[in-house]
T-cell receptor
Framework: AQSVSQHNHHVILSEAASLELGCNYSYGGTVNLFWYVQYPGQHLQLLLKYFSGDPLVKGIKGFESEFIKSKFSFNLRKPSVQWSDTAEYFCAVRPGGYQKVTFGIGTKLQVIP | DGGITQSPKYLFRKEGQNVTLSCEQNLNHDAMYWYRQDPGQGLRLIYYSQIVNDFQKGDIAEGYSVSREKKESFPLTVTSAQKNPTAFYLC?????????????FGQGTRLTVV
């Protein structure tokens, strides 16, 4: 069965600091990869997704991710975080052709003004 | 507007009672999912359905049941057999097959057993 590992469970950054949240998955075949964000009191929203093609994916609000197949990784990055980025971030994987989406345990990001 | 509607937003249940959480979508999506979110455990898949009248167990199906009689609806019943039902429940939907898209989520239902 596929699994998703998010290594950073709680991250605290100052505004303007750079962000990188780790995500690794275990599945040997074709995968679809996602990052979702959950702002306090709000529902899960898609930040970015990878299905195929260019492994460098741009998402909303300045977020990006790079799919590194050899490392089974899909880390989330942002060059300069803002206080409004305070939220919980979830990495998710879906094997190609299947419907079961597996999520990581999430990373809580706290940005200090 | 297209989207996923979960109701109610907050639900209280007495121990030993079954309770049904509603999930309706008007996105014309074939696939629907139920997840449970607990602090420090992320989202865990309870059940999913790829098409009407079909559904599969996820990772933590024990104590739960679902039905998929209509494309738009995927209700989740939390039975008295569920040992620790207090949690935040999320419903999602997506289009299946090769036209892959992401899953869209509802606002969630917070269930508290009292």
């Amino acid at each position: 069965a596929q699994s998703v590992s998010q290594h950073n469970h709680h991250v605290i950054l100052s505004e303007a600091a750079s962000l990188e949240l780790g995500c690794n998955y275990s599945y040997g075949g074709t995968v679809n990869l996602f990052w979702y964000v959950q702002y306090p009191g709000q529902h899960l929203q898609l930040l970015l997704k990878y299905f195929s093609g260019d492994p460098l994916v741009k998402g909303i609000k300045g977020f990006e991710s790079e799919f590194i197949k050899s490392k089974f990784s899909f880390n989330l990055r942002k060059p300069s975080v803002q206080w409004s980025d305070t939220a919980e971030y979830f990495c998710a994987v879906r094997p190609g052709g299947y419907q079961k989406v597996t999520f990581g345990i999430g990373t809580k990001l706290q940005v200090i003004p | 507007d297209g989207g996923i509607t979960q109701s109610p937003k907050y639900l209280f249940r007495k121990e030993g009672q079954n309770v049904t959480l509603s999930c309706e979508q008007n996105l014309n999506h074939d696939a629907m999912y139920w997840y449970r979110q607990d602090p420090g455990q992320g989202l865990r898949l309870i059940y999913y359905s790829q098409i009407v009248n079909d559904f599969q167990k996820g990772d933590i199906a024990e104590g739960y049941s679902v039905s998929r009689e209509k494309k738009e609806s995927f209700p989740l019943t939390v039975t008295s057999a569920q040992k620790n039902p207090t949690a935040f429940y999320l419903c999602a939907s997506s289009t299946p097959g090769q036209r892959n898209t992401e899953a869209f989520f509802g606002q969630g239902t917070r269930l508290t057993v009292v």
